[in-house]
């Protein structure tokens, strides 16, 4: 399939769905932009989190939670 095909958005679309549901059945939570450009942070559970990056921290404290969207539903 061709970059330029009319059928890739669909299938880069599908394939990151796809990759995100696996990781998530798989425990390990996943991080993505919404539709409004917020990251959002999805664990496995159910949680939603906004988050934020604060660049340069060290890997353990390098996400800030701004919000809790969205309680564990498990």
Do not use: C, N, W
Not at 33 to 44: L, N
Not at 55 to 60: D, I, L, N, V
Request: aromatic letters at 6%.
């Amino acid at each position: 399939m061709s970059i330029l095909s009319d059928e890739f958005p669909a299938a880069a679309a599908a394939a990151g769905l796809r990759a995100r549901e696996e990781a998530l059945a798989e425990g390990h939570p996943v991080v993505y932009r919404d539709e409004t450009g917020r990251y959002i942070q999805e664990f496995p559970d159910g949680t939603l989190l906004e988050i934020r990056f604060r660049p340069g921290a060290p890997r353990e404290s390098h996400i800030e939670i701004v919000r809790k969207l969205r309680h564990a539903t498990k």
